[in-house]
């Protein structure tokens, strides 16, 4: 859920929250039915989320829609919408499912964050692995002078891995089966200047996806050696799914 966690993330920040990262990371329908990652029209998902940072806790309610097929530059996409009218834009492709980026329309002037990531690989067997980046966002504590944010932006490379294809997983939308268990880890220095200095920044990310449904459940921790901005959480739940 990078893609969406970073959707997620962005929300928050409009709504004088934290971030979003979630990319996301979420989820869409491909080729083959049931899909891990359903992105055919009519599918509605309602995520619990948890954000906790250095400046507390916040509770918030995320809707997910799909909104069917569409063209990126010429090029099949799929589109999901969430509640504040972002739009979400994946490619169904032979290597997999891809997050391409995001555009929120309702904003005066609109423009698409590119952000291509891959969400799940065509290849659906444990201890497939694979690479990619991402960019910490739950590294936050406000403080003085005059309510300064103090934020770490790091780029850390992760490896990715499907751990398992059997796991189980309890959330407010009930007990799912056989998900799909993706695990991702990486580390990286950052020198985050006079308040932080140079510290390791860790990244540590699970999700699970049920077939049919999507991501069912996140768990993101963003950590680093520093005690002046040393942690920050995101915890995604289903708590309600529907298609027609």
Known sequence: MIN????????????????LFILFIFSGCSKKEPSYFPLTDGYKWRYDVLLETRDGVQRQKYILNNLGKSKLNGTPVY????????????????????YLGSINDKKIKPEFNKDKQLVIPETHLANTKWEQSTTTKLLKKTG???????????????????????????VPAGQFKNCMKITMSGSSFKDA????????????????????????????????????????????????????
């Open 144 to 170: 003085p002078p005059q309510k300064t944010v103090f934020e770490i932006f790091a780029k850390v490379e992760l490896e990715a891995k499907i751990e398992s294809l059997n796991a189980v997983v309890t």
């Open 193 to 244: 200047g006079n308040y932080v200095g140079l510290t390791l920044v860790n990244v540590e990310q699970t999700s699970w996806y049920a077939e049919g449904v999507g991501l069912v459940k996140m768990e993101r921790v963003e950590t680093t050696k520093s005690d002046a901005l040393d942690k920050g959480t995101l915890l995604i739940e289903l708590s309600g799914f529907e298609r027609d």
């Open 79 to 98: 589109l999901r919408e969430s509640l504040d009218g972002t739009v979400l834009y994946y490619l169904d492709s032979d290597e997999g499912i891809f």
């Open 4 to 19: 969406q966690c970073s959707s997620l993330i962005n929300t928050f920040r409009n709504r004088s929250f934290v971030f």
